[in-house]
């Protein structure tokens, strides 16, 4: 009996250890985007740098872990006016906050490969939970795909000030598109 | 025997676009020279909703001068200025198709949709992938892409139906005020017979 158990358990420790391992993004195959509604005409940018990084045990999935960091200098809408407004102080004001981040606190199992991920978001100072459903796919190579999306208030941020925060030509709600894959080699 | 007036569906439809074609292009100018701002984003709306507008209004226009003979020109008129006025307004009707659509081109080459009056969505003719496409690299820090090249038709177009409406306006007047023949009369409501 003794001779069994011991080889079992020291088979199962790479694994275990292999999945505490935080992921690091690959950012070929991810993007963090946001759709912005212009007197209700619905435009996307998408943030070239960011960064996140992944704790995921497909077997205890609420003892996962998901941080994220974006440049919010690297906006990009597609217009060089468009980028360089968002980076003043009426909208992210770079100068003093450079990056948004997340934290997440709990995560939840929503069922299938549904997870329910809730945490502080910082945005120019200030800090407001969000709660996003992220689908989380691993696959045998150990990749992890997780996608998903949340609304956001961008006047709760105070994202678009003075004349921006008149919400018919720039409506409050932002809604931010994700999907991060993630690989665990090492 | 062909009418002294176009009908008044023609008259409307003449003076409305004629009324859009002038707010749309004053709008166009304005915009592009304007510092980032809500009212910018609003007029560059305003721009396409007008462009959209002159694009179906013309569509119904051109069905109702097939199916309704225009008013005869005055016989004192040269066959030289009937060819050019033919030819004017093939061009000019070219143009009132060929101009809203390369707007709506080069919006979604920058991969901005269309929502005529913030209502109703329009599908994207281009991906701003597509729009980004490199035609020319001679500068390697600014490249000449495709949307650059529709940006440059859609306003090289405009400059074009600026000059034919000026000479289109230009040529109304002269008949009116130098020739006094009654082509001008042809456009304007009035009594229902010639004096």
Do not use: C
């Not at chain 1, 003043?88 to 490969?113: E, H, I, M, Q, Y």
């Not at chain 1, 999306?149 to 932002?174: H, S």
């Not at chain 2, 992938?129 to 650059?148: C, N, R, V």
């Amino acid at each position: 009996m003794r001779l069994f158990a011991i080889p079992l358990f020291a088979a199962l420790l790479p694994l275990a250890a292999e999945a505490q391992t935080p992921a690091t993004v690959q950012m070929d195959k991810s993007f963090i985007r946001f759709v912005s509604k212009q007197l209700n005409v619905p435009v996307e940018g998408r943030f070239k740098k960011f960064s996140a990084i992944l704790s995921y045990d497909a077997r205890k999935p609420e003892a996962s872990k998901v941080e994220f960091e974006v440049e919010l200098g690297s906006a990009d809408l597609g217009t060089a006016e468009a980028d360089t407004e968002l980076k003043r102080k009426t909208w992210f004001n770079t100068d003093a906050f450079p990056k948004a981040k997340f934290v997440s606190s709990s995560v939840k199992l929503l069922g299938g490969d549904r997870l329910e991920i809730t945490g502080p978001l910082i945005i120019k100072g200030t800090t407001l939970n969000i709660t996003t459903v992220a689908s989380v796919k691993t696959d045998a190579a150990g990749i992890s795909v997780a996608e998903g999306k949340f609304p956001l208030k961008r006047l709760a941020y105070k994202i678009g000030e003075g004349q921006w925060a008149d919400t018919d030509t720039v409506a409050d709600e932002v809604e931010v598109r994700y999907r991060l894959t993630f690989s665990s080699k090492k | 025997m062909n009418p002294i007036r176009y009908t008044g569906t023609a008259m409307l439809l003449h003076w409305s676009v004629a009324l859009l074609i002038f707010a749309g292009f004053g709008l166009g100018l304005t915009m592009v020279d304007m510092t980032f701002s809500p009212l910018k984003l609003k007029f560059y709306s305003w721009h396409k909703w007008i462009g959209i507008t002159i694009f179906a209004l013309v569509a119904f226009r051109l069905i109702w001068r097939l199916t309704h003979p225009a008013p005869a020109l005055p016989t004192s008129l040269p066959a030289w200025q009937r060819k050019v006025a033919h030819y004017s307004h093939v061009a000019m009707y070219a143009l009132f198709f060929a101009i809203p659509l390369t707007g709506w081109l080069f919006s979604s080459s920058k991969g901005i949709p269309t929502v005529y009056l913030g209502l109703v969505p329009l599908p994207d003719l281009l991906t701003k992938d597509m729009g980004e496409a490199i035609l020319l690299a001679t500068d390697p820090e600014k490249p000449f892409l495709l949307s650059d090249l529709i940006r440059l038709a859609h306003k090289s177009m405009n400059y074009l139906l600026g000059s034919l409406v000026l000479m289109h306006i230009g040529a109304a007047l002269k008949h009116h005020f130098i020739d006094r023949d009654d082509i001008l009369g042809r456009m304007i409501p009035g009594p229902k017979s010639r004096p």
